[in-house]
């Protein structure tokens, strides 16, 4: 009798299990799903997109570009605000292909905080290689914010001539037809701001690979998914095209110059004003090329503190949009089995296809085996999710904040209780690290 009860209660913990294991599994299928929906928004975004190829020539950025759009006549001047910090990846030839513009009026100015800069340097080679374009360096120290890039930015704007404002991060780059493609969406007076989607580019280590692996699934399908299907404005600050206008109504800069999400609340402000925000499918490439693993670790748990912030509750549909993390949960939680390691195995062959498919759909040139490590970079960005439950400190361009609500950012304590709250749990997760 007693080796029946035995059995019995065998029977029921393994039946507990596979319900725990299936209740894994029907999650990772409703990431799968999710997963489709963005690569059909994805799909629908770039079907008639403008067709790029960048040729690189002794140093030169050359287009190719197949079935341009008939000349608009609608070209009016914009001022390209380019706040510098270091030196990215490719920094001289992203300058370079802003300075190719197939435009006729527009201002380039390249904004920075002082001259021992190396950004500065590279600046003066772009202006003095092109001395016939209208081109200006701005070196103003600029504390007003706490935001770093936004201090940049407020000399920049109080330099710029056009009613246009054209807001572009030095790690990207574009062909000469970008401006075209971009301002054509201002033709229509109810637009207030245009930004662009983002291609990852380059990768010659490991986290520079996985950072464009995520850009080119994760972001790119968010952002149209977000456009597409819900109507959802999605600010990425890679690329943002505003009317001065409507910039100053939501107070310019200085109104986001203590938030780290200075583009989504910008985004959302104007969007608040009743003003149509356009996602262009003209898509702008982030060059990422010599990236160290601990540079994206630190910029993902960075994001991911500012998307819990911003998104609340609804940060949880990003852990289970990542089926790929999700069906390994059981190797870790139940046991490894074939059944266990078969589904991990399937749900990664497929969201390897999902990632090699979006990336022809963006004309990326990867090569294909790059993709075999897209499973690992959604193990690594699933364990990230759960830093931000944790811990509220950023870390940016060498300053340390605390991130509140919608990003909001406050001075990191120095002294007094709080201080001692923050560096021992920054210590703690230092040792676990």
Not at 253 to 270: N, T
Not at 277 to 292: C, D, G, K, Q, T
Request: one cysteine or more; hydrophobic letters at 45%.
């Amino acid at each position: 009798m007693s080796y029946l009860i035995e059995m019995l209660l065998k029977y029921i913990e393994e039946v507990k299990s596979m319900e725990v294991f299936f209740a894994f599994v029907a999650i990772s299928i409703i990431g799968l799903f999710a997963y489709g929906l963005q690569i059909l928004a994805v799909r629908s975004s770039f079907r008639n997109k403008p067709v790029d190829k960048y040729l690189q020539q002794e140093g030169e950025i050359n287009l190719a570009v197949k079935n341009l759009q008939p000349t608009d006549s609608f070209l009016p001047p914009i001022s390209i605000l380019k706040p510098l910090k270091g030196l990215d990846d490719n920094l001289f030839d992203n300058l370079v292909s802003f300075c190719t513009q197939d435009y006729p009026k527009y201002e380039i100015i390249l904004s920075l905080q002082d001259y021992n800069d190396p950004a500065y340097k590279v600046a003066k080679k772009v202006k003095d290689k092109y001395p016939e374009k209208d081109i200006s360096i701005i070196v103003e120290k600029c504390d007003i914010g706490l935001n770093p890039k936004v201090n940049n930015l407020i000399p920049a704007y109080r330099a710029s001539n056009y009613d246009l404002i054209l807001i572009s991060d030095s790690n990207v780059m574009v062909g000469n037809d970008y401006l075209k493609e971009t301002v054509k969406h201002m033709k229509d007076v109810e637009v207030g701001l245009v930004s662009n989607v983002i291609k990852g580019i380059g990768g010659s280590t490991i986290g520079s690979i996985f950072e464009n692996l995520h850009l080119n699934s994760f972001v790119i399908g968010s952002v149209c998914f977000l456009d597409r299907f819900l109507k959802i404005p999605c600010v990425v600050g890679k690329s943002m095209l505003i009317r001065r206008q409507d910039l100053e109504a939501i107070g310019g800069f200085r109104a986001v110059k203590d938030y780290l999400a200075e583009d989504y609340i910008i985004g959302e402000r104007i969007h608040k004003r009743n003003r149509k925000v356009i996602l262009s499918n003209y898509a702008v490439h982030n060059v990422n090329e010599y990236w160290s693993f601990r540079k994206f670790l630190n910029r993902h748990t960075r994001w991911g503190k500012l998307r819990w912030r911003i998104g609340g509750i609804k940060y949880l549909s990003e852990l289970l949009a990542n089926p790929v993390f999700i069906s390994l949960l059981p190797l870790f939680l139940w046991e490894m089995s074939f059944i266990t390691i078969a589904f991990a195995f399937l749900v990664a062959t497929l969201k390897v296809s999902g990632d090699f498919y979006l990336g022809r759909l963006i004309d990326n040139d990867f090569n294909p085996s790059i993709y075999l490590l897209s499973p690992f970079k959604d193990l690594i960005i699933g364990l990230i999710w759960f830093v931000p439950l944790f811990s509220k400190v950023v870390i940016w361009r060498g300053n340390k904040y605390v991130i509140g609500k919608d990003s909001l950012l406050s001075a990191y304590p120095q002294t007094g209780i709080s201080s001692w709250g923050y560096k021992i749990f920054e210590t703690i997760k230092a040792k676990i690290a």
